[in-house]
């Protein structure tokens, strides 16, 4: 037994999650029923109640905090961008309802090509001993949806083209960083997350924590030239898993149709760029309150260095 | 169906939402408490955790109008919380340490135990928390000082349950060595085998 695999299942004893077998294992043993003496000892001394600072000092917090509801209006939507130091702040209730539009006819552009290749295929499964062509020849219905098939090469392009026709600023590889985002709220899962069920725990915390403090590696390896073309690896929005729950809300605060790149991340706040064309915005961001506290000059052009993408 | 409790606690969170004082006070010093202890546990000192505690109960405010009830409201105010006291070691990092802080703890309050065991405990414990590096200490302090479980700590730290779980294990065990080792001359800190 490896030191995590004890640490685990000593874990999940205190925590009652083990199994009997697993109880009555640790039991048996005296190295590991010392082992799990101790650490409920720790767990025990930890979870002691805190001394509270004297009553007035919590007193003085309380009220110097409720100063800012008092300036904050009542309205929920115009409260969160006035709460801030006056920076752009979109309203984050329609910027939601706005992606969820585009997410909703991503979905239909992306069934409307499954169920087109669907029949494409039964088709092609059904002249047994011809061709695609061959059939096509023989069936107008089957030549239709075999052009249709044709003209979306891919569901990434026909999401793509969805985009693009619905607004004229989209790209399919900025709507996947927003639906993956939006998952981790509703669910508490991330492709982290899900790469975690799929691995187990060791290896994939080995993998995250390895991924949280080496910083941000899939864009250093060769920053992509920009295209509007659905290259989703160039695309990807570039957000360090330090950003935890703020990533949605920079993803939602900011227009669709650029990509953004993380350049630094110190004292709780961040340093994104949102790049749209040759133009970037450089914004700070507050991890704290997930808010924009500014936008910032660039300080250098896209077109001769791309974004530094590594971490402090 | 919802906990009376909880019901309780959205229809408050409504009020504040709307702009109600008292309704925003009393969300507060529900939750201030552990929201403090939290924050002592993370920041390691008095001094800092008021900072991180007031930053935290400031942005709770602020945030206030964002909250959309996704997440239990002690969630996502330990979330902020957490944030604040992990930004507050971050800046405490960046400034020059200052000398030694006269601890005047003896005028606080302990709110269970015996005053002189707690202020005795609480130096062990903060010693050893101390020696354990954040990604290790923050998850521990939610889950065995404020009780939050493995899904709401994941949503805090915005990490994997995995991860968490993993994180939280080898916590403890580190905890537990390095109070040991605070009391045999030994160290038992995570970072040994966590590269």
Same mark, same amino acid.
């Given at each position: ?116 290749? *669907? ?27 075999? #052009? ?33 985002? #939006? ?9 982290? *997350? ?5 691995? #187990? ?13 080496? &910083?941000? *590696? ?65 914004? !700070? ?28 | ?32 408490? !552990? ?41 996502? &105010? ?27 703890? *003896? ?29 290790? !200490? ?33 916590? !403890? ?23």
């Amino acid at each position: 037994m490896t030191d995590d695999e004890r640490d685990q299942l000593l874990s999940a004893v205190i925590d009652g999650e083990a199994t009997a077998d697993d109880v009555a294992r640790v039991r048996a043993d005296p190295e590991l029923t010392a082992e799990l003496n101790r650490i409920t000892a720790a767990v025990a001394a930890l979870a002691e109640p805190v001394p509270l600072p004297p009553a007035d000092a919590r007193e003085a917090m309380i009220a110097a905090a409720l100063e800012d509801l008092a300036a904050a209006p009542s309205s929920p939507a115009t409260a969160v961008g006035e709460a801030t130091t006056g920076a752009p702040v979109v309203d984050l209730a329609a910027q939601r309802a706005k992606r969820q539009r585009r997410l909703n006819i991503m979905g239909a552009a992306a069934a409307i090509v499954v169920v087109i290749g *669907a029949a494409f295929a039964l088709n092609t499964d059904g002249s047994s001993d011809s061709d695609t062509s061959a059939s096509s020849d023989e069936s107008g219905e089957t030549e239709a949806a075999d #052009g249709q098939t044709e003209s979306a090469p891919s569901d990434l392009a026909a999401r793509a083209e969805s985009f693009e026709s619905e607004g004229n600023e989209a790209s399919a590889a900025q709507l996947a960083p927003e639906a993956d985002a #939006g998952a981790d709220e509703d669910g508490g899962l991330s492709q982290d *997350a899900i790469e975690d069920a799929l691995s #187990g725990d060791d290896s994939m915390s080995t993998d995250d924590e390895a991924l949280e403090e080496a &910083a941000p *590696a899939p864009d250093a390896a060769e920053p992509e030239p920009e295209t509007v073309e659905a290259p989703p690896a160039a695309d990807v929005p570039v957000l360090a898993p330090e950003l935890g729950a703020c990533a949605d809300q920079i993803l939602g605060e900011l227009p669709l149709g650029g990509e953004l790149r993380q350049r630094e991340i110190t004292g709780g706040e961040a340093i994104i760029d949102y790049i749209a064309g040759d133009q970037i915005t450089r914004l !700070r961001w507050n991890l704290i309150d997930c808010e924009i506290a500014e936008e910032l000059a660039p300080d250098e052009p896209l077109t001769t260095s791309p974004p530094d993408t590594s971490t402090p | 169906m919802v906990p009376p409790a909880e019901a309780a606690e959205d229809e408050l969170v409504r009020r504040a939402q709307n702009g109600d004082r008292s309704a925003a006070d009393d969300l507060l010093r529900r939750h201030y408490d !552990r929201i403090y202890a939290v924050c002592r546990r993370i920041a390691g000192n008095d001094a800092d955790a008021l900072d991180a505690t007031q930053e935290a109960l400031m942005a709770i405010v602020r945030g206030l109008p964002r909250y959309d009830a996704r997440a239990r409201f002690s969630t996502w &105010a330990y979330r902020v919380a957490t944030n604040a006291c992990l930004d507050e070691l971050r800046r405490r990092r960046r400034r020059p340490q200052p000398t030694e802080i006269e601890d005047d703890s *003896a005028t606080w309050v302990a709110t269970d135990s015996g005053f002189d065991d707690t202020i005795v405990e609480r130096d062990e414990i903060d010693a050893a928390l101390a020696e354990i590096p954040d990604q290790f !200490r923050a998850p521990l302090v939610l889950r065995d000082l404020a009780g939050l479980d493995y899904a709401e700590i994941s949503d805090t730290l915005g990490v994997p349950p995995g991860t968490v779980r993993s994180r939280i294990a080898r916590g !403890r065990a580190a905890l537990a060595a390095v109070l040991d080792g605070n009391q045999n001359g030994g160290s038992g800190r995570p970072s040994d085998r966590d590269d």
